[in-house]
């Protein structure tokens, strides 16, 4: 029989809040074969303080054989996984997964979740103590187990915070594929690297499908204050869901939407509709890019035209106040001087995509001996991370090269890198900045968007475009009267 403690109830606050603003630039070329309108929706949720615990925690570490080498891992894993164990307010439901080729309850001893209280906590962390490692890993068996203890729990807000030290080595015991399409939608997931054995973008394909973040320690003791600190925010996070509704207008349709800030989330929309379901939200803004295609033929050129209607809501919030439902427009154009501009906020993702895709390749390269290639495709990262004024992605670059000219791509790859650098260089560089310097901005971004704030960046949800500097090449917001790189003035947008 399970161990439980008095639960508690839990629920969103008496009344959340919730902000939308869409930032575009609308002028798209009627001469192109396949154009695509590109938007970026702010997301704001206030409000949700108040709300009881609607978490129920699933911790999943592994305990594999590499776990056990060298023994200050496996230590520094079971002083986190008590760190968030102490951390769960009573009646929280909570179980401890022993993750190897297999996924086994540590606690409790059956396929079912305890509630905490201090019998309860204190019966979990002498378990996670006696844990010993041995074993290889499938990662989709420990999500399979864990989907299974929060689908019996029910739980508003079930999430699952997982550890390894090792690759996916027994993925075709439980392909990892089909697990997670099981899980999606079902819970959230974040994961953790420690130690260097550890595959980024396997950690990266569970996170951006289960709507969680990777992230990673370099130092083994840095963990168990990391996981205090995560379970911190997941209790601020009393809004289960916010669905985002995209409505197109005839002949436009929705190529996608997916999350950008902080992280990059996949998202899908529920079958028939284009309506794209976000999980686990406290007070906060997440950002999120829709891409729109439309057939110009036959449409009206020179005017505004609506191409699709953006709306959001809490499914059972009765009391949210929801924002007014804000149109994405479309104005055909045959001035190549509009229609070859960008909106700033789209440029600064997909700049920060491009700067992954770098990272990407650099450890490719890396693996292969490629050693040259591998610096040129930071070079390249180094860059993009100048241009948008990230000055916290060019801090974690510099760990790996010696940066001699960042505006021009110049670095120097460190003799003592090492594999496991480039992991850490992936899972920190799938959490992006906020957006555009702005000093206007809606405010509660978390991100380390840098660069001159000298009246010249976009604010977020203005819609402005970015031009290329003519006397130094830099992007600047199209409105700005000079460039925030070298000063260069400029003249009105035509």
């Not at 930032?23 to 001469?31: A, D, I, R, V």
């Not at 992280?263 to 007070?283: H, I, K, N, Q």
Request: net charge negative; glycine share 12%; with cysteine.
């Amino acid at each position: 029989m399970a161990e439980t403690g008095a639960p508690r109830a839990g629920g969103t606050a008496g009344q959340v809040t919730v902000g939308l603003e869409v930032s575009q630039w609308k002028y798209l070329s009627g001469e192109e074969s396949d154009p695509r309108m590109h938007a970026v929706l702010s997301v704001r949720v206030d409000g949700t303080e108040g709300g009881g615990p609607v978490l129920a925690q699933v911790l999943a570490l592994d305990c594999s054989g590499s776990m056990t080498w060298p023994p200050e891992k496996l230590h520094a894993a079971q002083e986190a996984a008590v760190a968030a164990i102490r951390a769960l307010p009573d009646g929280t439901p909570f179980a401890v997964v022993r993750g190897n080729e297999q996924g086994t309850m540590a606690y409790p001893g059956t396929a079912t979740m305890a509630r905490a209280s201090d019998a309860t906590r204190k019966r979990a962390e002498r378990v996670v103590y006696g844990l010993v490692a041995g074993g290889g890993t499938c990662i989709g068996a420990w999500l399979d187990l864990a989907r299974r203890l929060l689908t019996e729990q029910g739980a508003p807000v079930g999430h699952v915070l997982l550890l390894t030290d090792g690759k996916n080595e027994h993925d075709g015991q439980m392909p990892l594929a089909g697990v997670l399409e099981e899980c999606a939608g079902r819970f959230v997931c974040d994961a953790w690297g420690i130690g260097d054995g550890w595959d980024a973008r396997e950690l990266l394909a569970v996170t951006r499908r289960l709507h969680g973040s990777a992230s990673s320690v370099r130092e083994e003791a840095a963990l168990p204050a990391e996981y205090e600190k995560l379970v911190g925010r997941l209790l601020t996070k009393t809004v289960p869901e916010l669905a985002i509704s995209v409505t197109p207008m005839p002949g436009a349709e929705v190529r996608y939407l997916k999350q950008v800030f902080p992280t990059e989330v996949e998202l899908t929309p529920e079958e028939g509709t284009e309506r794209f379901v976000t999980r686990a939200w406290g007070d906060e803004t997440r950002r999120y890019q829709l891409c729109l295609c439309a057939d110009p033929a036959g449409r009206p050129r020179r005017e505004d035209l609506q191409l699709a209607v953006v709306a959001v809501d809490v499914p059972g919030a009765q009391e949210a106040r929801l924002p007014a439902p804000q149109p994405c427009l479309v104005h055909w154009t045959d001035n190549p001087a509009l229609s070859r501009h960008t909106d700033a906020q789209v440029e600064h993702f997909e700049q920060h995509q491009r700067l992954g895709e770098a990272v990407a390749a650099a450890t490719d390269a890396h693996r292969r001996g490629e050693r040259d290639l591998a610096e040129h495709q930071l070079g390249r990262a180094a860059q993009l991370a100048e241009a948008m004024g990230a000055a916290e992605q060019l801090d974690r670059l510099a760990r790996l090269v010696r940066i001699d000219d960042a505006s021009a791509g110049r670095v120097t790859l460190r003799p003592d890198v090492t594999a496991v650098d480039f992991e850490h260089l992936i899972a920190a560089s799938s959490h992006s900045s906020y957006g555009p310097a702005s000093g206007t901005g809606t405010g509660g971004g978390t991100g380390t968007g840098g660069g001159s704030a000298a009246g010249a960046a976009a604010a977020p949800g203005s819609g402005r475009a970015t031009v290329p500097c003519p006397g130094c090449s830099h992007k600047a917001p199209a409105a700005a009267r000079f460039c925030p790189s070298c000063g260069h003035p400029f003249e009105a947008l035509p």
